[in-house]
């Protein structure tokens, strides 16, 4: 009871050091963050707190006169990353887009008390595919990026295109078109590029023309034939017609 206390009194009569530490961690959605909070006394902590700004207050705080640790609507997922007496880094395993924010790590020692802020920002790698129309273009889409992906061609073309769609959850999705209607290159690249990673792929030109090729010969046929059929129809109409017959 005497050590509860003493702990109460130190901790109420420190005098507050506010440290201006920025520590910036971006990390892929799906991962683990660690958000540092170093203790730049070499004495021991008696107390140390992480808060996020939240819909309602968000706290994991230990004190070591009872060696216990307390959670306030902080996820499972939000715990130490070792023992907070000796090190009390904040481990997110896995990273959701709802983890992003500013993190404080409040800590008191003998010496005082000091504040660490940290701000973590979620990335999410796009979805990419690569298709093409009929129209002899190429659809090269990253779907729900965060940051937006940025999309360039191999080679690069003034007939390409690019528009941008926002989803609620704040990702992106970015889709580019190449048209090849003159073009004599054998393929096409679309190059992704985004902080998780950098994504190519690769059409055959030759391919997908041959394709539309043989797509606009057998709609060319359909046509003649039905054209040659109507063709006999109205004649073996005019053959059996009585005008015909009398002449």
């Known amino acids: 009871m005497a050590q509860k206390w003493a702990v ?48 309602s207050q968000c706290l994991l705080s230990y004190r070591r006169d009872h060696n216990k640790t307390s959670r306030l609507n902080f996820s499972e997922r939000i715990t130490w990353k070792y023992s907070p007496a000796s090190d009390p880094a904040l481990r997110i395993y896995p990273v959701s887009l709802g983890d992003e924010g500013n993190y404080t790590c409040e800590t008191a020692n003998s010496e005082g008390s000091f504040h660490f802020f940290s701000s973590l920002t979620v990335i999410v790698p796009p979805t990419v595919t690569l298709t093409h129309d009929k129209s002899r273009v190429a659809v090269c889409q990253a779907s729900a990026g965060k940051p937006p992906a940025d999309i360039s061609w191999i080679p690069e073309s003034n ?27 054998p393929s096409v690249t679309c190059l992704v590029t985004h902080p998780a990673r950098n ?36 004649f073996r109409h005019r053959g059996s017609s009585p005008l015909h017959k009398r002449s």
């Open 8 to 55: 109460l009194a130190v901790l109420l009569f420190l005098p507050i050091n506010l440290v201006e530490a920025h520590n910036r961690v971006r990390v892929e959605a799906g991962h683990e963050a660690v958000l540092r909070c170093p203790n730049i006394s070499k004495t021991f902590l008696l107390l140390v707190t992480w808060k996020k700004s939240c819909s």
């Open 159 to 185: 007939h390409s295109s690019e528009e941008e769609f926002h989803h609620p959850n704040g990702t992106v999705t970015r889709v580019s078109y190449f048209g090849w209607v003159n073009s004599s290159f």
């Open 199 to 234: 994504q190519s792929l690769v059409m055959d030109l030759r391919d997908t023309s041959h394709g539309l090729l043989y797509i606009l010969i057998k709609a060319a046929v359909g046509v003649g034939v039905v054209f040659g059929l109507s063709l006999c129809l109205i």
